[in-house]
T-cell receptor, first 110, second 118 residues
Framework: GDSVTQMEGPVTLSEEACLTI???????????LFWYVQYPGEGLQLLLK?????DKGSNKGFEATYRKETTSFHLEKGSVQVSDSAVYFCAAGATNKLIFGTGTLLAVQP | DGGITQSPKYLFRKEGQNVTLSCEQNLNHDAMYWYRQDPGQGLRLIYYSQIVNDFQKGDIAEGYSVSREKKESFPLTVTSAQKNPTAFYLCASSPLTSGTMTNTGELFFGEGSRLTVL
């Protein structure tokens, strides 16, 4: 069945370090792909998305490219800030729902 | 402002009691969803609804019930039959594109409700 696999956390980085959170998916066809962010005690907010192969989603310095050949959608940021500390979820659009990865906790230290 | 409102934010329940979580949206979205979030397990779909007076089971519907009497509202009841109800519950909505639900697009989430069974 459809599934999303993302790297386990926690990921701990110093401020201004580079970030990569890996995400791969298994799905029928070509699903839309998403990264959501969740701050403590809150719901999920859409961070970025891509709807077809080779699309690059970007927002707030984060980027992810839809790679059909590797079925991946890795999240990257060149210089993280303390305010980026949160849980990040990769998701793929399937029939009637989004399928989510297990989430990756990012902790950025000053 | 448009958005999704969940209430209550925190809820405590004794074993054997049913509780109802409220979800209201003013985004004029057709589809609404309930997800359950547990540590280390991501989000799992409980129920979804694409249209008023119709809803479908998700992956973990046992022990839960829903209704969709109005487009704006999609309440979730956690019944006493749910064996492990302590969790964070998230409601979401989305517009239907092209009248179908294949290849689901962006979901808009509420702030969540945390249920603790004592």
């Amino acid at each position: 069945g459809d599934s999303v696999t993302q790297m386990e956390g926690p990921v701990t980085l110093s401020e201004e370090a580079c970030l990569t959170i890996n995400c791969t998916y298994t799905a029928t066809g070509y699903p839309s792909l998403f990264w959501y962010v969740q701050y403590p005690g809150e719901g999920l907010q859409l961070l970025l998305k891509a709807t077809k192969a080779d699309d690059k989603g970007s927002n707030k310095g984060f980027e992810a490219t839809y790679r059909k050949e590797t079925t991946s959608f890795h999240l990257e940021k060149g210089s993280v800030q303390v305010s980026d500390s949160a849980v990040y979820f990769c998701a793929a659009g399937a029939t009637n729902k989004l399928i989510f990865g297990t989430g990756t906790l990012l902790a950025v230290q000053p | 402002d448009g958005g999704i409102t969940q209430s209550p934010k925190y809820l405590f329940r004794k074993e054997g009691q049913n509780v109802t979580l409220s979800c209201e949206q003013n985004l004029n979205h057709d589809a609404m969803y309930w997800y359950r979030q547990d540590p280390g397990q991501g989000l799992r779909l409980i129920y979804y609804s694409q249209i008023v007076n119709d809803f479908q089971k998700g992956d973990i519907a046992e022990g839960y019930s829903v209704s969709r009497e109005k487009k704006e509202s999609f309440p979730l009841t956690v019944t006493s039959a749910q064996k492990n109800p302590t969790a964070f519950y998230l409601c979401a909505s989305s517009p239907l594109t092209s009248g179908t639900m294949t290849n689901t697009g962006e979901l808009f989430f509420g702030e969540g409700s945390r249920l603790t069974v004592l």
